[in-house]
T-cell receptor, first 113, second 110 residues
Framework: DVKVTQSSRYLVKRTGEKVFLECVQD?????MFWYRQDPGLGLRLIYF???????EKGDIPEGYSVSREKKERFSLILESASTNQTSMYLC????????????FGPGTRLTVT | LAKTTQPISMDSYEGQEVNITCSHN???????ITWYQQFPSQGPRFIIQ???TKVTNEVASLFIPADRKSSTLSLPRVSLSDTAVYYC???????????FGTGTRLQVFP
């Protein structure tokens, strides 16, 4: 089975802190994604990556950056956390040939106070 | 990217068949239709995908009419464990950028 793991299930940070969310997949997938999920808004794509060191902006990249130094790992960085970044963050991955079918991690619920 | 519209919520009872319809009036020629399921405190899980006509797997069926402006996810004989949010997505073959809407919250009662 494909496994996508995220470094934390719950995280509480203070405004202005730098926050790292880590995602690791164990199936050698080329593509990796970061979403955030908010009530009433569904899932929104923040960034995605098709290969190591490559990244593309999603729909809401403002306030976020990403890093993909290794194929299996995709990090989401909040340079200076703000309260409006309190959300559920979901990582996903898939093969470049399996368009539409993504494998999601369990999510990290981030609270910024 | 095609926008989708689906009911906010639906209720059903155990053992019944549930049909969730999704409208995607401006679907493009190279768009496919995908459905995901999400349980509370978990990431979404892929259920089924199709381009036209009917697709069936061990979990669900997907019906797509000839004009492809809508699709229907059919869950046969639901159980309490099918209580979840179901998302309909429309996306192109040449991009993996998925657009999730707010989904349909299905509640199954005993």
């Amino acid at each position: 089975d494909v496994k996508v793991t995220q470094s934390s299930r719950y995280l509480v940070k203070r405004t202005g802190e730098k926050v790292f969310l880590e995602c690791v997949q164990d199936m050698d997938h080329e593509n990796m994604f970061w979403y955030r999920q908010d009530p009433g808004l569904g899932l929104r794509l923040i960034y995605f990556s098709y290969d190591v060191k490559m990244k593309e902006k999603g729909d809401i990249p403002e306030g976020y950056s990403v890093s993909r130094e290794k194929k299996e790992r995709f990090s989401l960085i909040l340079e200076s956390a703000s309260t409006n970044q309190t959300s559920m963050y979901l990582c996903a991955s898939n093969r470049v040939t399996s368009v539409g079918e993504q494998y999601f991690g369990p999510g990290t619920r981030l609270t910024v106070t | 990217l095609a926008k989708t519209t689906q009911p906010i919520s639906m209720d059903s009872y155990e053992g019944q068949e549930v049909n969730i319809t999704c409208s995607h009036n401006n679907i493009a020629t190279n768009d496919y239709i995908t459905w995901y399921q999400q349980f509370p405190s978990q990431g979404p899980r892929f259920i089924i995908q199709g381009y036209k006509t009917k697709v069936t797997n061990e979990v669900a069926s997907l019906f797509i009419p000839a004009d492809r402006k809508s699709s229907t996810l059919s869950l046969p004989r639901v159980s309490l464990s099918d209580t979840a949010v179901y998302y309909c997505l429309v996306g192109a073959y040449n991009t993996d950028k998925l657009i999730f809407g707010t989904g349909t919250r299905l509640q199954v009662f005993p």
